[in-house]
C-alpha cells in the first residue's frame, strides 16, 4: 500500500468492506456448538482466507477471527489422531466447554488457533485512517463493526481493489506492479 495512493477524506469504511448489499451476508462461525460437518461444508462452500467468530448469529458480537488454514488442519488433525471426534462433534471456541449430552461424540475445542484480538473499525472510520493502520500494523485484514456488531471485513486487496476504482484503473496494474 503505496503513501501517494491516498483515500479523499470523504470514503468510509462502509463504502470499502464485504459483504455489499447485495452480497451474501458475511460468513462467521458461532463461538459455540457448530458441529464440525457444519464448519468443514462452510470451508467447502467459501474460499475466504478467514472466518470471524462470533457469540451467536442473533447478537452477532465479534469474539475472534480464525484462518482458514488453521481451521482446515486443526480439524483434520482432530480427525485423525483425537479419539471419537467425528462429524457430530460440537466445536468450542469458549473458554470453557459445556457438559456434553450423555451418548455424544467428544467435542473439539479450538479457542487456542483463534486471534482473540483481531482487528477492528468502526463502519463510519475514514479510509485514509484504516489505510495508514493497515500500513503501520501490516494488517491483511480488518474487521467493521456498528454499534458492537460484526458488521464486514476489509482485506487489503479490497482497499487496493478500490484505490484502483477511484484512480479509474486496471486493478491488476496496482496489485502486481
Ligand atoms: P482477498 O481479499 O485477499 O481475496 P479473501 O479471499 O479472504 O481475501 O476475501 C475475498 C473477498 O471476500 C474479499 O472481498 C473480502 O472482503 C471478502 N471476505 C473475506 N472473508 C469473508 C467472510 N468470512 N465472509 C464474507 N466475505 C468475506
Known amino acids: 500500500l503505496e503513501p501517494k495512493e491516498e483515500f479523499s477524506h470523504k470514503t468510509l469504511a462502509m463504502d470499502v468492506m464485504r459483504p455489499r448489499r447485495s ?14 460437518e457444519e464448519v468443514e461444508s462452510l470451508i467447502a462452500e467459501t474460499s475466504y482466507s478467514g472466518f470471524p467468530v462470533v457469540v451467536s ?10 484462518q482458514r488454514r488453521d481451521l482446515v488442519i486443526s480439524i ?6 483425537q479419539e471419537g471426534v467425528v ?6 471456541f469458549t473458554e470453557y466447554t459445556p457438559p456434553q449430552p450423555p451418548n455424544s461424540p467428544p467435542p473439539l475445542k479450538l479457542r487456542g488457533i483463534m486471534d482473540l484480538s483481531p ?8 479510509m485514509d485512517i484504516v489505510v495508514d493502520i493497515f500500513r503501520k500494523l501490516g494488517l491483511r485484514q480488518c474487521l467493521v463493526t456498528h454499534n458492537g456488531r460484526l458488521l464486514g471485513i476489509i ?7 478500490h484505490m484502483a476504482q477511484m484512480a479509474n484503473r486496471d486493478p491488476d496494474s496496482i496489485l502486481f506492479n
Request: proline share 4%.
Open 87 to 92: 462429524s457430530a462433534s460440537r466445536i468450542f
Open 76 to 81: 483434520e488433525n482432530a480427525r485423525q489422531h
Open 23 to 36: 452480497d451474501p451476508p458475511l460468513s462467521v462461525i458461532m463461538q459455540d456448538g457448530m458441529s464440525v
Open 155 to 161: 482485506t487489503k486487496k479490497d482497499i487496493l481493489k
Open 57 to 66: 448469529h442473533e447478537s452477532q458480537r465479534l469474539v475472534g477471527f480464525v
Open 119 to 126: 482487528f477492528t473499525v468502526t463502519d463510519h472510520t475514514a
